[in-house]
């Protein structure tokens, strides 16, 4: 049975750092920690009940859904670097 999901797995890991990624631009953009896990937490359900539903529809496309997420991760990964040392750079200027 855990077979069936092996071609996911690097999606699940992907998946756990796009949102370690997220939570880092939404604290150097000052969101309120709160409200920012709150959504996250919504996110991940609404992640969760499609994947229950969408699953075996999805086991075909299981390659490019896998590329298109880790492409998706190192966009943002490279945003959230950009904007990280942009943010220092602003603080120890004073601004």
């Known amino acids: 049975m855990l ?46 009940v499609i994947g229950f539903v ?6 075909q496309y299981s390659q490019y859904i896998t590329f298109i997420g880790g492409l998706a991760i190192v966009i943002l990964g490279i945003k959230s670097i950009v904007d990280a040392v942009r943010h220092i750079k602003q603080v120890k200027r004073g601004e």
């Open 3 to 48: 077979e069936e999901f092996l071609p996911f797995v690097g999606l699940i890991i992907f998946g756990n750092i796009e949102n370690l990624i997220l939570a880092s631009q939404g604290v150097v953009g000052g969101v309120n920690p709160k409200v920012l896990g709150l959504l996250s937490i919504f996110i991940v359900i609404i992640w969760l």
């Open 54 to 59: 969408a699953t075996d529809v999805a086991m």
